[in-house]
């Protein structure tokens, strides 16, 4: 069974500039949840989506968005991009919101210059 | 205000002996509690996890500790090999988030 896939793995962009990245879980997991890691922060929540749905969010500003489509491939958005952006964004799968057991994708290397 | 804490950044260990990754969380509400793995340019790899209905759970080499009342987790490791050297997050949830992830010990086994 293939794994998570994030397209790009890598990326630079410039600040003020906007950026998505992209995620398909694991076939047959409809739950999709995206991560920021940064050296000093380790890997903190940015939203779950579920059928669709965002269910829940993190504490990140509005410049963050994302959205699921009908086949659970997700998508994150973020907007005006800024120096503190840097950072490596993961997604994971699981089956459904309930599902614990969350599967990692490989994550998007972001570089804003 | 960190609510999940992994005081130890690294940890060196001998090979074949016994490696200890401890966690500390905050909040009693946290009723599922994982670990995992991460190698460079990866993304974390599922490890072994826990519920708090349980104080211990073995998974091969891996065995996972729960103390609720101190709120500590923690992650043992026997033998230790070679290829065990990686960052291990510990991770909690409450089904509010996800996971709340502490901010990871960098093992290194030496041969």
């Known amino acids: 069974k293939a794994g998570v896939t994030q397209t790009p793995r890598y990326l630079i962009k410039t600040r003020g500039q906007q950026v998505t990245l992209s995620c398909s879980p694991i076939s047959g997991h409809r739950s999709v949840s995206w991560y920021q890691q940064t050296p000093g922060q380790g890997l903190q929540f940015l939203f779950e989506y579920f059928s669709e749905t965002q269910r829940n969010k993190g504490n990140f500003p509005g410049r963050f968005s994302g959205r699921q489509f009908s086949n659970s491939r997700s998508e994150m958005n973020v907007s005006t991009l800024e120096l503190g952006d840097s950072a490596l964004y993961l997604c994971?799968?699981?089956?459904?919101?309930?599902?614990?057991?969350?599967?990692f994708g490989p994550g998007t290397r972001l570089t804003v210059t | 205000d960190q609510q999940v804490k992994q005081n130890s950044p690294s940890l060196s260990v001998q090979e074949g002996r016994i490696s200890i990754l401890n966690c500390d969380y905050t909040?009693?509400?946290?009723?599922?509690f994982l670990w995992y793995k991460k190698y460079p340019a990866e993304g974390p790899t599922f490890l072994i996890s826990i519920s708090s209905i349980k104080d211990k759970n073995e998974d091969g080499r891996f065995t996972v500790f729960l103390n609720k009342s101190a709120k500590h987790l923690s992650l043992h490791i026997v033998p230790s090999q070679p290829g065990d050297s990686a960052v291990y997050f510990c991770?909690?949830?409450?089904?509010?988030?996800?996971?709340?992830f502490g901010t990871g010990t960098r093992l290194k086994v030496l041969a």
């Open positions: 909040n009693s509400m946290f009723d599922y």
């Open positions: 991770a909690v949830s409450s089904g509010t988030y996800k996971y709340i």
């Open positions: 994971a799968s699981s089956l459904g919101p309930q599902d614990y057991e969350q599967y």
